[in-house]
């Protein structure tokens, strides 16, 4: 069965940086695109950057230049940069695998970690 475990989030100012992190046990990770998503408060969950597994990258507009995606298929894990935060990221980030969408909220495993929360104080 597929898990996902995020960490990294926490508290920082605007402007500032975090490395979130998300180590995924029970599929083929290395065959599969991967994702990072967030959900603000009473928004829907939206994915925000993706990475291939031949390590193409895209990213929603509101990220794009600011977030960085990678992966390391030797540790099953899938990692998101982001720089120059700003209180509009405020939001619980989770990863999982978009399949062929390059935006919304679809993914490909019903199953989702816990998040982890990522606050930006202007």
């Known amino acids: 069965q597929v898990q996902f475990v995020e960490s990294g989030g926490g508290l920082v100012q605007a402007g500032g940086s975090l490395k979130l992190s998300c180590a995924v046990s029970?599929?083929?990770?290395?065959?599969?695109?991967m994702g990072w998503y967030r959900q603000a408060p009473g928004k829907q969950r939206e994915l925000v950057a993706r990475?291939?597994?031949?390590?193409?990258?895209a990213y929603a507009d509101s990220v794009k230049g600011r977030f960085t995606i990678s992966r390391d298929n030797a540790k099953n894990t899938v990692y998101l940069q982001m720089n120059s935060l700003k209180s509009e990221d405020t939001a619980v980030y989770y990863c999982?695998?978009?399949?062929?969408?390059?935006?919304?909220?679809?993914?490909?495993?019903?199953?989702w970690g816990q998040g982890t929360q990522v606050t930006v104080s202007s």
């Open positions: 999982n695998s978009p399949g062929p969408s390059v935006s919304g909220s679809f993914s490909l495993f019903a199953s």
């Open positions: 029970g599929i083929r990770f290395s065959f599969l695109t």
């Open positions: 990475i291939s597994s031949r390590e193409s990258t």
